[in-house]
């Protein structure tokens, strides 16, 4: 029998591992929050190209069917649970990423989730921003400020320059005064990256990557590069960086097998170093990253660029937007959306 403080809304939800065609828009019910959590009446959300990874059954986690998805949520709190602190009914939050998706999944009408992985969306955003900020920005934070440390002038190479981490990267790459050289595919992106923020932007179908880099950074190369492709372009990569650069790889777009280049990484004195956002490891660095955030959002140096919005009922039309490549920036899905 379900909880009368239980309610009933829209979310969305699969039954198989799959394509975008598994989702489904369905009436779930939406517990009450217990100790430590709040309920949040959702007004936008984000998507992430890990959910995709979630949904097709790559990601080693127990998932009980039906189950929800989604991990960036924006909307008000709608009630709060015993113990909790710092939030209040009629607050505008953020979710963070890390909650268990399977149970507090933010895709859809509500969700409930742990304080501890929510956040007030700064004033200055809307909800649609808020929805399009935590995730892409934290991430952004981790490799960009925390992992690494960018100097005025420094060259760095943000591939993929397009995706959801392309503009908050360019954007804290500038605030640490930092020089972008983004990649972009296809021509038809490329004015829109360099709207971003970028200084160059090589069109890797057109031109040679190596090549234009070497050219742009008076032959002394890249002292960073990020890359969330993976795959073959690697090798190219180290050709085109400074000797004692970095490389930072976050993401995974092309799982082809390569051969990792050894002679190239010593030779150079090049780091190579992964990164993957775990955002319950370190509570202090969750602060300072949080406050960071903020700090840029108030300032107008960090702000959120939504490529597209979707209706909650074109879920599937949303996330085959997303994953065929099309946006620049993020994409939001708005459930009250006409």
């Known amino acids: 029998m379900a909880d009368s403080d239980s309610m009933q809304a829209k979310a969305v939800v699969f039954e198989s591992f799959g394509g975008p065609e598994v989702l489904e828009v369905r009436e779930v019910e939406v517990s009450p929050p217990g100790p430590g959590e709040i309920r949040v009446r959702t007004r936008a959300f984000g998507l992430n190209r890990s959910e995709g990874y979630y949904r097709a059954g790559l990601y080693a986690a127990d998932i009980a069917f039906p189950a929800r998805i989604g991990y960036e949520g924006a909307g008000v709190v709608e009630s709060v649970g015993p113990g909790v602190t710092g939030f209040a009914v009629g607050d505008r939050v953020g979710s963070l990423p890390g909650i268990q998706v399977n149970a507090c999944g933010c895709h859809g009408e509500a969700f409930t989730v742990p304080a501890n992985f929510a956040t007030h969306t700064p004033p200055e955003l809307t909800d649609i921003e808020g929805a399009a900020l935590w995730s892409s920005y934290l991430t952004t934070y981790g490799m960009a400020v925390d992992l690494v440390d960018i100097r005025p002038g420094d060259w760095v190479v943000a591939t993929a320059a397009s995706s959801s981490i392309g503009s908050p990267l360019m954007q804290m790459v500038a605030m640490q005064g930092g020089r972008v050289i983004a990649t972009t595919r296809t021509a038809a992106k490329a004015q829109a990256v360099r709207d971003m923020g970028a200084e160059h932007v090589i069109v890797t179908d057109d031109?040679?990557?190596?090549?234009?880099?070497?050219?742009?950074?008076d032959g002394k190369g890249a002292r960073f590069v990020f890359d969330p492709i993976g795959g073959p372009i690697l090798d190219k990569l180290l050709d085109a960086m400074a000797p004692r650069g970095t490389l930072v790889l976050y993401s995974i777009m092309d799982f082809a097998p390569v051969e990792f280049p050894v002679r190239k990484v010593v030779a150079n004195n090049l780091k190579v170093l992964g990164f993957a956002l775990m955002i319950a490891e370190d509570e202090e660095q969750n602060?300072?990253?949080?406050?960071?955030?903020?700090?840029g959002v108030r300032q107008g140096k960090l702000r959120p660029l939504v490529s597209k919005t979707f209706a909650l009922d074109d879920i599937r039309e949303a996330v085959g937007y997303f994953e065929s490549l099309q946006h620049v920036g993020k994409v939001v899905v708005v459930p009250d959306q006409p």
Do not use: P
Request: hydrophobic share 45%; charged share 50%; no cysteine.
């Open 207 to 217: 031109e040679d990557l190596v090549e234009r880099i070497k050219e742009i950074t």
């Open 287 to 295: 602060r300072r990253a949080i406050a960071f955030i903020r700090e």
